[in-house]
Nanobody, 122 residues
Framework: VQLQASGGGLVQAGGSLRLSCAASGRTFSSHVVGWFRQAPGKEREFVAAISTFGGSTAYADSVKGRFTISRDNAENTVYLQMNSLKPEDTAVYYC????????????????WGQGTLVTVSS
């Protein structure tokens, strides 16, 4: 599975962005997908994850109620809708895929995209 994240950019606080994680490979629907982010000088942290057919999701407390993860297996794409963005959401966002349960641990994801930068100005 190869992943490509896109959709990042510069947005003002309170604004919205939608990230996309496009995957190649026929087995995408058998993979859990997670979004993680890494701010400068900080460790990579969990943001959200979604099960293989979207029936189960998980969110970090810091984004719950503001971000929504979804997937379209017919399009081999997972989305992260980000609303009410805050300056502390500024980071490089990565998507990962793995044949695992919905997990907050980056080590459970085997495949990673290259990351897309989100910058939120105050």
């Amino acid at each position: 599975v190869q992943l490509q994240a896109s959709g990042g950019g510069l947005v003002q606080a309170g604004g919205s962005l939608r990230l996309s994680c496009a995957a190649s490979g026929r087995t995408f629907s058998s993979h859990v997908v997670g979004w993680f982010r890494q701010a400068p000088g900080k460790e990579r942290e969990f943001v959200a994850a979604i099960s293989t057919f979207g029936g189960s999701t998980a969110y970090a407390d810091s984004v719950k109620g503001r971000f929504t993860i979804s997937r379209d297996n017919a399009e081999n794409t997972v989305y992260l809708q980000m609303n009410s963005l805050k300056p502390e959401d500024t980071a490089v966002y990565y998507c990962g895929a793995g044949q695992t349960f919905v997990s907050r641990r980056a080590s459970n994801y085997d495949y990673w995209g290259q990351g897309t930068l989100v910058t939120v100005s105050s």
